[in-house]
C-alpha cells in the first residue's frame, strides 16, 4: 500500500529546520505485515528529543530512514500468527520490541532486550529486513515504529494493547514520555512516600518524570531547568520547589534546600553538565538515576572515593526499566484516577507537513509534548 512518511536521508542539518528541511514527506511503498506483524492505521506520533537527537546526529541510524517511535493507533491487519489482537483495537507503540526469550527478557528485564536493540541499531523490524520503499530504494525503520506516517507495520512485540476509551492523542505519550519518565521514578529508582526527589531537564520526559515523583508521595520534589515557562509548569504539576539553573546554583540551592541533598536525582536532560549536577545534588547513599542520551562518545568525570565512601550510586534507565505490557495498563489507570494529568504536557498538534517547524519548536526548547495527528 502506499503511505505518507516523514523521511530523513541526511543527519546533521543546520536550524531552522523549516528552512533546510531534514524531513521530507513522501508517498513511500508499505509492505504487508509479515508472520509475527501488524498494520497500524497511525492516530497521532509525538515529537520526542530522541527524534530530534537522530536528526542533528547526536544519535547516529542508518539512513535513509523514516523517523517517528512515540505513537498510538488502530489495528488494521494482522500478520500469520497474531491471534491475541483484532482488527479494530487500539494500540500503542513500544520503540523496544522484545523478543521474550533471550537472556534480559528471561530475567523481566524486556527494555534490555538483545534482539531488539540488534533490530533498532540496524533500522530493521525485530524479525528483520523493511517494510518501507520509495520504489527500489530501502527505507529504514526508526526503532522499529517509523510513527511520523499515516500507516506503519511494526512487531506485534512493539505494540500493548489498550482500551478504546483512551484518547488516542493521549495514549501516544504513554509509549515514550510516560513510560520512560514515570517507570524511571517507580522501576529504576523505586522511589518510596517521604523521600526527597530532584529532577532535571523538564521535558516530556523529565516532567513524566516529576508527576511520578509526586504520584509516589515523595515529601519533596524539586525541578531544575533553564526555562521559566516549564518550571512555572512544573509548580503546577506539585513541583514544591522549581530553580532555574541559569540563574542560581542548582546544586547548592537543592544542598542547602534539602539539608545535604536529596535522596534521587533525576537527569533527563541528555546533558553531561546536568548529569553531574545531579550526582553533586544528591545526599551521602544518594541515588542518580538518567535517562537522558547525551552523544555517544561524551563521558562523565566521576570521584570514585565518593563514589565509594559516600555509597552514592548512578544508575542508567531505558525505558524506565518498564515490562511495557504490565505498566502502560497501570499509567493509563492512573492518568484516569487523576493523579498523573500527562494531558497537561500537551504542546498542540500539527500536520505532518509542518513536522520540521514542530522540530524547530523543540528545539528551542518552546515545547513540551506536540503531537503529529492524522
Same mark, same amino acid.
Given at each position: 500500500m502506499k503511505i505518507r512518511a516523514a523521511i530523513l536521508r541526511n543527519m546533521g542539518a543546520e536550524v531552522p529546520y523549516a528552512q533546510t528541511r531534514p524531513l521530507?514527506?513522501?508517498?513511500?511503498?508499505?509492505?504487508?505485515?509479515?508472520?509475527?506483524?501488524v498494520l497500524v492505521r497511525i492516530a497521532a506520533a509525538g515529537l520526542c528529543h530522541s527524534d530530534l537527537s537522530v536528526i542533528n546526529g547526536d544519535r547516529p541510524r542508518p539512513m535513509p530512514m523514516a523517523l517517528g517511535h512515540e505513537a498510538a493507533g488502530v489495528v488494521e491487519a494482522l500478520g500469520e500468527g497474531v491471534e491475541d489482537l483484532s482488527i479494530g483495537d487500539h494500540v500503542v507503540m513500544v520503540f523496544m520490541p522484545s523478543c521474550g526469550h533471550?537472556?534480559?527478557?528471561?530475567?523481566?528485564?524486556?527494555?534490555?532486550?538483545?534482539?531488539?536493540?540488534?533490530?533498532?541499531?540496524?533500522?530493521?523490524?525485530?524479525?528483520?529486513?523493511?517494510?518501507?520503499?520509495?520504489?527500489?530504494?530501502?527505507?529504514?525503520?526508526?526503532?522499529?515504529?517509523?510513527?511520523?506516517?499515516?500507516h506503519a507495520v511494526v512487531s506485534r512485540r512493539s505494540l500493548v494493547r489498550i482500551d478504546k476509551d483512551l484518547p488516542l492523542t493521549e495514549a501516544a505519550m504513554?509509549?515514550?514520555? +510516560?513510560?520512560?519518565? %514515570? /517507570?524511571?521514578?517507580?522501576?529504576?529508582?523505586?522511589?518510596?512516600? =517521604?523521600?526527597? &526527589?530532584? @529532577?532535571?531537564?523538564?521535558?516530556?520526559?523529565?516532567?513524566?518524570?516529576?508527576?511520578?515523583?509526586?504520584?509516589?508521595?515523595?515529601?519533596?520534589?524539586?525541578?531544575?531547568?533553564?526555562?521559566?515557562?516549564?518550571?512555572?509548569?512544573?509548580?503546577?504539576?506539585?513541583?514544591?520547589?522549581?530553580?532555574?539553573?541559569?540563574?542560581?546554583?542548582?546544586?547548592?540551592?537543592?544542598?542547602a534546600l534539602t539539608g545535604g541533598g536529596v535522596d534521587f536525582a533525576f537527569e533527563m536532560a541528555g546533558s553531561i553538565k546536568a548529569l553531574d549536577a545531579a550526582v553533586r545534588m544528591t545526599k551521602r547513599g544518594g541515588t542518580t538515576v538518567t535517562a537522558g542520551l547525551p552523544p555517544p562518545g561524551q563521558t562523565l568525570p566521576l570521584? +570514585?572515593?565518593?563514589? %565509594? /565512601?559516600?555509597?552514592?550510586?548512578?544508575?542508567?534507565?531505558?525505558? =524506565?526499566?518498564? &515490562?511495557? @505490557?504490565?505498566?502502560?495498563?497501570?499509567?493509563?489507570?492512573?492518568?484516569?484516577?487523576?493523579?498523573?494529568?500527562?494531558?497537561?504536557?500537551?504542546?498542540?498538534?500539527?500536520?505532518?507537513?509542518d513536522i520540521n517547524l514542530g522540530f524547530d519548536r523543540l528545539h528551542r526548547g518552546e515545547v513540551v509534548r506536540q503531537l503529529i495527528t492524522f
Open positions: 521530507v514527506i513522501e508517498s513511500l511503498d508499505l509492505a504487508p505485515p509479515e508472520r509475527g506483524e533471550c537472556g534480559s527478557c528471561s530475567e523481566g528485564r524486556p527494555a534490555l532486550c538483545e534482539p531488539g536493540a540488534a533490530a533498532n541499531a540496524r533500522g530493521e523490524l525485530l524479525a528483520g529486513g523493511s517494510r518501507l520503499h520509495l520504489q527500489s530504494e530501502r527505507i529504514h525503520h526508526h526503532l522499529g515504529c517509523s510513527a511520523f506516517a499515516d504513554f509509549g515514550c514520555a +510516560v513510560l520512560t519518565g %514515570v /517507570g524511571a521514578v517507580v522501576n529504576t529508582a523505586a522511589v518510596k512516600p =517521604g523521600q526527597r &526527589v530532584a @529532577v532535571i531537564g523538564l521535558g516530556g520526559v523529565g516532567l513524566a518524570s516529576l508527576l511520578g515523583a509526586v504520584a509516589s508521595g515523595a515529601a519533596q520534589v524539586i525541578a531544575v531547568d533553564l526555562s521559566s515557562e516549564k518550571l512555572a509548569l512544573a509548580q503546577s504539576l506539585g513541583a514544591t520547589a522549581v530553580i532555574n539553573a541559569g540563574e542560581q546554583d542548582a546544586v547548592e540551592y537543592v544542598r570521584s +570514585v572515593v565518593s563514589l %565509594v /565512601g559516600e555509597e552514592r550510586t548512578l544508575k542508567g534507565s531505558y525505558i =524506565g526499566s518498564s &515490562v511495557p @505490557v504490565r505498566d502502560i495498563p497501570r499509567y493509563i489507570d492512573l492518568y484516569k484516577a487523576g493523579r498523573l494529568p500527562i494531558d497537561r504536557l500537551m504542546s498542540g498538534s500539527l500536520g505532518l507537513d
